[in-house]
């Protein structure tokens, strides 16, 4: 039997298209297959899946994937749906906000969070938010796939406390004896500085070694985790290709694989190029919307959802999206219009100006300094460059890169001062070091011919070494680079360490799958 065609964009097509071209176009050529293949787009219906109560129907008669926001209504009894892929999120306050989320395989009634000081006593009851989406059949051996994201949001909380909770709906109580084992925590940020951990990497995905990064994550005890874009690769392309397979299922797997670390540590995402699906928004967000919570004190943040700050102890973090200014990949570019970037100038001067913040971390996801396959996007350093140095940030998180590379501290596109492991900069005089963690857990990339990885105890230094950075007419333009210090070809993460005080300082470790120690600096600011 011929497989019904893909619903994707021919390549000769994609190349010129915006993401908002890209979603028009995918609406049209749906709805004429649609036609020919007698509604298989609306198929699949059964086996209570169900709509929504509230909604008008159109997740399942409309060509188009749909977004709607309801309570549930459910065909299948509740106490044999069990909730999975609990993650957390912070709200633009993480003393006080908390965002929980998870997932359910069918329509339930009535969903809800439960939360509480002790774990035998959650007595405050929550309304979870239901957000239902759809993804239409891409051919007739992908059925449409109907996911239920549910959503709680608690405000007013108690700053650096310790908090229990556990989500449920009618035929599902997460407080009956045989269901404890479900039972989570968080903590919320401390009300004044203390020491504390954050980690970091871009370009997980699902895989064996994807979750072997979370376990080792989780015994790092974070306060938080950065996931500097291309989060599960659903869309396996980036680009909208004629190629493209993307399976909305590979977000069930990967919020399963991720609720182990995500279900007590608030997991901030930001989007990369494969984060971009066409299929639910003009922008290619919509899906991103229904599975997030995330702070909501960007530009734009029902447009821009993955743009975003928050502070915790003695950082500033700013999370950043880069589909919006990237040469290299510019299906989006452009599309805030330059509202991001005005942001992030105004948001790192407040910052800066905060006399309880010492340091301001920055991640997103397309490299702005590395020599790897996808090398340097000239459209980041273009268009936020300038404002780092301006407002001195102190460190740059990125991905896109399935290695691990960290720069010199640069200033002015050069090496302000050479930063060899165990060594200390200080960004006020030396300039912002770089670091792209890419090794996340998608297969790995590597770096260019005669190219050496360079790490803790297998160091060698380059004086040099020939990449290139993305111009505007989306053509590589070589480069001689100095600032290349560390490399290492293998999956990893970041722990940083934030400690206040009268010389406050950011301990940055990178730490292989194996737990090997791969690079270490400190980031030392001048004493108050």
Known sequence: MTDTPRVGIPEHLQNRMSMPEQHEYLRSKLSRRKALVGGAATAGTAGGLGLLAGSTGTAHGNPSPTLVTARAAAEVDGALVAPFGRHLAFGADPRTQMRISWQVPFAVKRPYLRVGLTPWELSRKVEAEVRDLHTPSLSTKRPPVDQYYLHSALDGLRPGTTYYYGVGHDGFDPTEASRLSSIGSFRTAPAKAEKFVFTAFGDQGVSYDALANDQLILGQNPSFHLHAGDICYADSSGQGKESDTYDARVWDQF?????????????????????????????????????????????DPAQAP???????????????????VSYEIPANQGYTDGKQTDWLDKRLRSLRADPDLDFIVVFFHHCAYSTSTHASDGGVRDAWGHLFEKHQVDLVINGHNHVYERTDAVKGGEVGKPLPIGATTDPTRDGIVYVTAGGGGKDLYGFGPGVKDSYEGHVHDHDHILTFHWTKPRLPDPDTVEWSRVRYTGFSFLAVEAEPGNRPRLKVTALAESGERIDAFEIVRPGS
Do not use: C, I
């Open 255 to 299: 919020l399963a694989q991720t609720e182990s670390v995500a279900a007590s540590v608030p997991w901030m995402v930001t989007t990369g190029n494969h984060d971009m699906e066409a299929w639910y928004s003009p922008n290619g967000y919509g899906g991103q919307s229904a599975r997030w919570s995330l702070p909501k004190n960007g530009p």
């Open 306 to 324: 993955g743009v975003y700050s928050f502070t915790n102890g003695n950082v500033g973090v700013v999370a950043l999206d880069a589909n919006d």
